[in-house]
């Protein structure tokens, strides 16, 4: 049976594409830091598929670790990196953080990969690489904007690196450009446990339909899009989770078309953030204490990926709704909370 290394395999992405493969037939190993997630993850997974996955608690930065790692895991056949810093910012603070967690621990593990015969390597992109879109839906031939803050800037790199890679060496690597992916695995084992306050739309408001904030602010009105608030591509994590299946299988059967493939992960529809919101009422019949606010620096006005190319090449689409996004990542929070 096939092994499959998950960086960061304990994390939001991470851990359900663990239980995506674990379905699939693959047995996985996880490295995790435990910098942004609980050891506790691994019991959810457990749950869910009734495998325990291997889990070796390492810093990919440490590289005498990363060697003797892969010394004892001798039958490793692909790699899903997601290992990552990724608040924004917080890398417009300390960039040389986010070049070292992101970009550095990269070439490490590319290295160990190409020294060992490692061959097939997907990679955690992001959207972001486009920045503020000249037209939309974006498709992957769209050009790579000056990234916006050093965490997108490590994104863009790190596809830099794996292209010049894979054009010299055995390597195959496909990047997976997410959109924003929102809610939990259905049985609420797993899902997103931001730490501290959280960045992210849909964390804010499951908590503050929870109680452990007291009002959602809404970044901005007064953008060009129908209603006044920002537009992005929001997927159900489980249809992401699967695309990386589907990803790896396509390299390990050879049947890429190149050596470095990038994709669009998204649904291909734009919601705004106030229909966001009226999608949580409705799902969970809650009323979400919210108020317009100043727009955030940075924030893009709109983004949504055209997925034809993921549609038609990988055979892979989206298939869940926002709802069961947003009633998903509500269940886990209740479940977190311990609310009825
Ligand atoms: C950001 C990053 C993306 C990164 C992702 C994960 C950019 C352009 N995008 O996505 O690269 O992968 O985070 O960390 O930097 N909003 C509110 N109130 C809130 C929180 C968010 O109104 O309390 C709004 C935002 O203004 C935005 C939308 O909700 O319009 C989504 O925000 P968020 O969840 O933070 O994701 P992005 O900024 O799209």
Redesign the pocket.
């Known amino acids: 049976m096939k092994k499959i290394l998950v960086t960061g395999g304990l994390g939001y992405i991470g851990s359900h594409t663990v239980v995506e493969l674990q379905k699939a037939g693959f047995k996985t190993v996880i490295i995790d830091d435990l910098s942004n997630a609980s050891v506790d993850v691994l019991d959810g997974i457990t749950n869910i598929t009734g495998e325990r996955p291997d889990l070796e608690i390492l810093d990919l930065k440490e590289k005498e670790a990363v060697s003797e790692f892969f010394n004892k895991y001798t039958d490793i056949t692909g790699v899903i990196h997601f290992a990552a810093s990724?608040?924004?910012g917080e890398s417009v603070e300390n960039p040389l953080l986010y070049y070292e967690n992101n970009v550095g621990t990269l070439v490490y593990l590319l290295k160990e990969c190409s020294d060992r015969g490692i061959k097939n390597f997907i990679f955690s992109s992001?959207?972001?690489v486009y920045?503020q879109p000249d037209s939309l839906p974006i498709t992957e031939d769209a050009p790579v904007k000056p990234a916006?803050?050093p965490?997108?800037n490590t994104?863009q790199i790190s596809e830099e690196i794996l292209a010049d890679l894979c054009n010299v060496s055995d390597i195959r690597s496909i990047s997976l450009r997410?959109?924003?992916?929102?809610g939990a695995h259905e049985s609420a084992e797993i899902g997103e446990l931001p730490l501290g306050v959280?960045?992210?739309?849909?964390?804010?408001?499951t908590q503050t339909a929870a109680g452990v904030r007291e009002q959602?602010?809404?970044?901005?009105d007064d953008y060009p899009t129908p209603d006044g608030?920002?537009?992005?591509d929001?997927i159900h994590i489980e249809d992401l989770a699967e695309a990386h299946v589907v990803a790896l299988k396509r390299l390990l059967s050879e049947e890429n078309k190149e050596r470095f493939e990038i994709f669009n992960i998204g649904t291909g529809k734009g919601s705004?953030?106030l229909e966001?919101i009226r999608s949580f009422e409705e799902a969970t019949g809650l009323k979400l204490n919210?108020k317009i606010?100043d727009?955030?620096p940075?924030?893009?006005t709109k983004?949504y990926a055209d997925t034809t190319k993921a549609n038609s090449e990988l055979g892979w689409k989206a298939s869940r709704s926002i709802k069961d996004a947003l009633s998903s990542a509500w269940e886990w929070e209740k479940q977190v909370r311990g609310i009825d």
């Open positions: 990724k608040a924004v992001s959207c972001t920045g916006l803050s965490y997108g994104k997410y959109f924003n992916p929102i959280p960045q992210n739309l849909v964390p804010f408001i959602l602010s809404v970044f901005g608030s920002c537009v992005r929001y705004s953030v966001v919210y606010v727009r955030r940075g924030d893009v983004v």
